[in-house]
């Protein structure tokens, strides 16, 4: 149980262009998910999180009109890199809290998306 | 505010040694604390977590006791594998609130 399944697992788009990553639990129910941008070697850096039914809360320093979540359904959350540029590139991971009671402080993570941005 | 340190890598051993890699905490209260694994273009597995006081977390050999005495909740493998090399990342959060980690810790085995 608790899998959290991201796609797609690659992306390769040229600048300018928006690109839609979309972050599912599959056999759980996620009221919270979790965004999350790691550079090489480095850890991961919080970029949002994100309520299902309401709007995201973002970290200090990213921007939000640039990195759009949307959180429709207890299943499913996108995140979506508006006008990407080559800086824009990096691994992006989401992460899932376990709604079920006696579990929420667990986060289930999906395999990462690698963008790269020509 | 909240934070982990871990022990500084790349961390190598050979097959069947003796694994330890050292986390400590900071925090107002009692966290809930973790281990989570990322292998090689994935994303992280938890690999264990522990809840309150003296509880040990333990999962595929791996084991780490909450220390409240030493803000501690050292990783430890008795005979680490090959397929262990990896990256280890030990963190901690409040009920539901935000994951805080630490830097990581690469871990190579080798044969």
């Known amino acids: 149980g608790a899998v959290v399944s991201q796609h797609p697992s690659r992306v390769i788009c040229k600048s300018g262009t928006s690109v839609k990553i979309e972050c599912r639990s599959l056999?759980?129910?996620?009221?919270?998910m979790f965004w999350y941008r790691q550079f090489p070697k480095q850890s991961l850096m919080l970029m949002a999180t994100?309520?299902?039914?309401?709007?995201?809360?973002?970290e200090q320093g990213v921007e939000k009109d640039k990195f759009l979540i949307n959180h429709a359904s207890l299943t499913l959350s996108t995140l979506t890199v508006t006008s990407a540029h080559p800086e824009d590139s990096s691994f992006y991971i989401c992460?899932?809290?376990?709604?079920?009671?006696?579990?929420?402080?667990?986060?289930?993570f999906g395999p990462g998306t690698r963008l790269t941005v020509l | 505010g909240n934070s982990v340190t871990q022990m500084e890598g790349p961390v190598t051993l050979s097959e069947e040694a003796f694994l330890t890699i050292n986390c400590t905490y900071t925090?107002?209260?009692?966290?809930?604390l973790f281990w989570y694994v990322q292998y090689p273009g994935e994303g992280l597995q938890l690999l264990l977590k522990?809840?309150?006081?003296?509880d040990k977390g333990s999962n595929k050999g791996f084991e780490a006791t909450y220390r409240k005495e030493t803000t501690s909740f050292h990783l430890e493998k008795g005979s680490v594998q090959v397929s262990d090399s990896a990256v280890y990342f030990c963190?901690?959060?409040?009920?539901?609130?935000?994951?805080?980690f630490g830097t990581g810790t690469r871990l190579t085995i080798i044969p």
């Open positions: 992460s899932a809290r376990d709604s079920r009671q006696g579990n929420t402080d667990t986060q289930y």
């Open positions: 056999d759980f129910q996620a009221t919270t």
């Open positions: 994100s309520n299902e039914g309401s709007k995201a809360t973002y």
């Open positions: 925090a107002t209260g009692y966290p809930s």
């Open positions: 522990a809840t309150k006081a003296d």
């Open positions: 963190a901690l959060n409040f009920g539901n609130e935000k994951l805080t």
